[in-house]
């Protein structure tokens, strides 16, 4: 009889060692029951980046803040001309090197039109591009980019603190 339970139990140890599985299981592509996120108490930081310059010829002025969002740059932009209309607007555009690209729209003499602006970055500095202009309807676009000038309107760089106040003020 022990022969036999002896047996009995040998064979079962057999049998259950050699069983296979036939589930597959791909640890890969199996997607996790749960993500932890780690709390924190620090602030996200933001990834625009703002800055505003300020330009004086004369008693002309112009004011630019501009939000640098990864290469995007959007903002404001406003020319405060002593004897003459002013204009003020939103900018958007990119930088290619050291050139600014932007696209100015504002409203002036009652009517909203869209001229094009290229900036030369030097440090702290923007220098305003000059050169011939092209009108189509109520778009401004440079007749020929790489023929620009930079020796307009000189601008440099201010605290952004009250900027805002400071660029609608009359």
Same mark, same amino acid.
């Given at each position: ?12 140890? @057999?049998?259950? #060692?050699?069983?296979?599985?036939? $589930?597959?299981?791909? @640890? ?10 780690? $709390?924190?108490?620090?602030?996200? =930081? ?5 800055? #505003?310059?300020?330009? *004086? ?16 740059? &959007?903002?404001?932009?406003? /020319? ?31 009517? &909203?039109?869209?001229? =094009? @602006? ?6 702290? $500095? ?5 050169? $011939?202009?092209?009108?189509?309807? *109520?778009?401004?676009?440079?007749? *020929?980019?790489?023929?620009?000038? /930079? ?8 605290? #952004? ?10």
């Amino acid at each position: 009889m022990k022969n036999y339970l002896f047996a009995s139990l040998l064979l079962t140890a @057999i049998f259950s #060692c050699e069983k296979k599985s036939t $589930e597959i299981v791909d @640890i890969q592509t199996t997607p996790p029951d749960s993500l932890t996120v780690p $709390e924190s108490n620090e602030p996200i =930081e933001s990834s625009t980046l703002q800055t #505003c310059y300020v330009g *004086n010829m004369g008693k002309d002025s112009i004011y630019l803040s501009l939000d640098d969002n990864l290469g995007t740059f &959007t903002g404001k932009l406003r /020319y405060k001309n002593f004897e003459k209309d002013s204009s003020s607007g939103d900018v958007m555009g990119t930088q290619n090197g050291d050139t600014l690209k932007l696209n100015y729209t504002f409203a002036a003499e009652g009517m &909203t039109s869209d001229r =094009e @602006i290229f900036f030369l970055r030097k440090g702290a $500095e923007l220098t305003e591009g000059i050169g $011939e202009q092209n009108t189509e309807g *109520n778009a401004s676009v440079y007749a *020929n980019s790489s023929k620009l000038k /930079y020796e307009g309107s000189a601008l440099k760089q201010v605290d #952004c603190t009250d900027f805002e106040k400071k660029m609608t003020a009359k």
